[in-house]
């Protein structure tokens, strides 16, 4: 035989076939590949279910921030007022909203009232934050104006007040009901300031999709919001949606020379900063932590094709007399162990792919045989567990799966090219 053939001829594969092809006389070795192919097939699947679980769950989270939540939240700096208290009020919010609206890459800038208030209905309390919009304003909140399910009609804002779904069912109200709003900083008198309550009607009930948003937030009227409040002729905030959010401290400095007076800011990396930052060192953790899993699964091909290399001596042997050099024994065990590493890698994808697409039945179902309560909002934030395949997660589980296989081929590979046909035939 030709010293001279060409790598991963015709003839290797065909040897390392025969190898692979389950014989009754080699049951332990054709055992041997099946645990490897299984074990790379879970351990990949686990790893993109992993990486779309990740990739959907920030994205979600993320969604939900940006959708419900100004980007940046600008305010005044504290001043004493003519009373001799300190506020920090902003008496031209027209003029500061009109202004960062005209800076490049902001889309909307809007004045804004905010309060922590007592929500009653009946003999249901709850505490829940008040915002002070305008109509045309809340329109422009994704996550309110377009929400994942209401009731009502937002039309109708003016007319009474909005809420989260979670305040309604705390409060146990529904559409057209009446709700109280209780302020400790309310009417001023000689006795001093007693507790405001007003009543309103309930017009629109929201879900934004985030269970802490749906449990507490409430939206009234800009006006309405300003009588009770005491902040007649003023706001307290101006929030700014720009277009890129990821990118929003880029424009810090811009908007905040375009309020023309002392100012100060919050953007949203500051409000969920610390949650996201634990999202991405958790990520690259579990990431670890099951590429250790791939590797350990890999491994297992490395004792197969030792158990290969051992019982199939004499076949060395006899292909070294005839020809054959240690580069097409390496070769033919090389195609021995990869071969398991790749079948077990395509499968693994299509069962992790198929896992993530369906992944919302899946989790009904779980949900369903452990009697619910699988899935806590109050304590994730979001309502369910979204899953989202993303090309470069599936090709890092791919990459990964495939270097480690083709990495721990190769000692056993190279052990079976140095055995030496004398000592192989010796006692045949």
């Not at 109708?156 to 559409?175: P, T, Y």
């Not at 999709?209 to 800009?222: E, H, M, N, Q, S």
């Not at 670890?288 to 899993?293: C, Q, R, T």
Request: charged content about 20%; proline content about 3%; aromatic content about 10%.
């Amino acid at each position: 035989m030709s010293k001279h053939t060409a790598p991963f001829s015709r003839f290797e594969w065909q040897i390392a076939w025969r190898y692979l092809r389950a014989r009754r006389a080699d049951g332990g070795v054709s055992t041997m590949t099946w645990i490897s192919l299984i074990g790379i097939t879970l351990a990949v699947a686990a790893l993109i279910i992993t990486l779309a679980v990740r990739t959907g769950f920030r994205d979600e989270f993320v969604d939900t921030i940006l959708g419900a939540n100004a980007h940046v939240e600008v305010f005044a700096q504290s001043y004493v007022n003519e009373n001799g208290q300190v506020e920090r009020t902003i008496t031209d919010f027209d003029g500061w909203a009109d202004r960062i609206t005209q800076v490049p890459g902001v889309i909307r800038a809007a004045p804004l009232i905010k309060g922590q208030v007592m929500a009653n209905a009946g003999q249901n309390n709850a505490g829940v934050e008040v915002f002070g919009i305008s109509y045309d304003d809340l329109l422009a909140i994704p996550r309110v104006a377009k929400p994942e399910s209401f009731l009502g009609d937002i039309t109708a804002f003016e007319q009474g007040i909005a809420i989260g779904s979670g305040v309604a069912a705390e409060l146990g109200i529904g559409l057209g009901d009446k709700i109280k709003i209780i302020s400790p900083n309310g009417v001023k008198t000689a006795f001093g300031t007693s507790p405001r309550v007003n009543a309103y009607d309930v017009t629109y009930i929201f879900t934004a999709g985030r269970w802490d948003i749906d449990r507490t937030r409430v939206y009234l009227p800009f006006a309405e919001a300003q009588s009770f409040f005491n902040r007649e002729g003023a706001a307290d905030q101006i929030e700014v949606i720009v277009e890129d959010p990821e990118r929003v401290d880029r424009l810090i400095e811009d908007i905040l020379a375009a309020t023309e007076e002392p100012s100060s800011y919050w953007t949203w990396r500051d409000r969920s900063g610390a949650f996201l930052r634990a999202l991405d060192m958790e990520d690259n953790v579990m990431f670890i932590i099951l590429s250790v899993l791939v590797l350990i699964a890999s491994m297992n091909i490395t004792s197969g094709l030792i158990m290969l290399v051992k019982n199939k001596g004499r076949d060395i042997g006899i292909l070294r007399t005839m020809g054959l050099t240690e580069g097409s024994i390496l070769r033919v065990f090389f195609l021995c162990g990869s071969l398991t590493g790749i079948v077990g890698t395509i499968a693994g994808v299509i069962l992790g792919c198929l896992f993530a697409i369906n992944i919302d039945a899946i989790f009904s179902a779980v949900n369903y045989f452990a009697g619910g309560g699988v899935w806590d909002p109050s304590i994730r934030g979001i309502y369910r567990l979204p899953a989202k395949l993303e090309f470069w997660d599936v090709a890092s589980a791919v990459g990964l799966s495939l270097t480690l296989s083709f990495l721990v081929t190769l000692f056993p590979a190279r052990k079976a090219a140095r055995m030496n046909p004398v000592e192989a035939l010796r006692y045949e």
